[in-house]
C-alpha cells in the first residue's frame, strides 16, 4: 500500500492506541462516550453527504443529532465496517440549499448514551468537481491513473489540491488522500497499489470495483462526491 494510505492507517491505528484506554477509563467514571474517527468533517450546501462515524462496537448508534440542525436530515444510518478496532457507522446528512455556513455540532445518541460532541463544517463556498475517468485500470499496474474537472468560483483549487479517495474491491476497502496535479480545470491522480488485500473473512477480490473521489481546494474546503464502477483488466 502506498506509503500516504499507510500512514494514514497508522494514524488512525495510533489514535484507537491512545483514546481506548482513556475511553474505557472515562466510561467507568461516568465520563460520556466520543466519537473516535469521523470523516469526512465537511458536507457541502445544496448536497447530500455521507459521514463515516467511528464508535466502539459496543455502542449501538440510534440517532444522530446536529446543534444547530436548521437546514439539515439526516436520511439514513447503518452500520459499516468493524475496522481498526471500531465500528464505522454511515450517515446520510442532506444539506438544504439555504443551510447557513459554519460548525455544527455532531452527536450521536447510541446504546452507551450521548456522546460528547465533534464539529463538521459547511463550508462557504466548495470547489465542484464532475467527469471523473479512469485513465488506467489494469490488474498488473502498480497504480490506477484518473482524472476529474474541477472549478471553484474563488479560485481556491490551487496547483496541488488534496485528492480523496475510496476503492472497494471486495476486500478491505483503500482509502485515503494524494496530492493531485491540476491544470486548465483538469486534475489528475493516481491510486496507488489499487486492488487492496482481503483481510480474514472478507469476500474475494473482484476486477469489478466501486470508485468514490472528492477534492480539497487550498483553503481546505471539501468538494463533492463523484461515485463510479472501475473494471480492472
Known amino acids: 500500500m502506498h506509503s500516504a494510505v499507510r500512514a494514514l492507517i497508522v494514524v488512525g491505528c495510533a489514535t484507537v492506541a ?19 474517527g469521523l470523516y469526512p468533517t465537511q458536507m457541502p450546501v445544496g448536497q447530500t453527504t455521507v459521514l463515516y462515524l467511528g464508535v466502539p462496537r459496543a455502542n449501538v448508534v440510534k ?9 439539515l436530515t439526516v436520511s439514513g444510518i447503518k452500520e459499516g465496517d468493524f475496522k481498526t478496532g471500531m465500528a464505522w457507522w454511515e450517515v446520510t446528512v442532506v444539506v438544504a440549499a439555504d443551510a447557513a455556513p459554519g460548525n455544527r455540532a455532531l452527536t450521536i445518541v447510541g446504546s452507551a448514551g450521548r456522546t460528547t460532541a465533534r464539529n463538521v463544517t459547511i463550508p462557504v463556498h466548495v ?19 484518473f482524472q476529474f474537472a474541477i472549478a471553484d ?17 471486495g476486500g478491505e476497502p483503500e482509502l485515503g ?31 469489478r470495483c466501486d470508485f468514490q473521489v472528492r477534492a480539497s481546494d ?11 464502477t472501475v473494471e480492472f483488466k
Open 18 to 36: 491512545l483514546v481506548g484506554p482513556v475511553q474505557r477509563d472515562s466510561r467507568a467514571q461516568g465520563f460520556p462516550p466520543v466519537i473516535e
Open 127 to 145: 470547489p465542484r468537481i464532475s467527469d471523473l475517468r479512469v485513465l488506467s485500470a489494469q490488474v498488473s499496474q502498480p497504480v490506477m491513473d
Open 63 to 71: 440517532s444522530v443529532e446536529f446543534a444547530p440542525a436548521a437546514g
Open 153 to 169: 468560483a474563488a479560485g481556491d483549487v490551487g496547483d496541488v489540491p488534496m485528492v480523496w479517495f475510496t476503492l472497494d474491491c
Open 177 to 207: 488522500a494524494v496530492a493531485g496535479k491540476a491544470a486548465n480545470g483538469v486534475v489528475r491522480a493516481s491510486v496507488p497499489n489499487p486492488r487492496s488485500q482481503p483481510k480474514a473473512g472478507a469476500n474475494v477480490l473482484t476486477n
Open 218 to 228: 487550498s483553503k481546505g474546503a471539501d468538494s463533492n462526491t463523484l461515485t463510479s
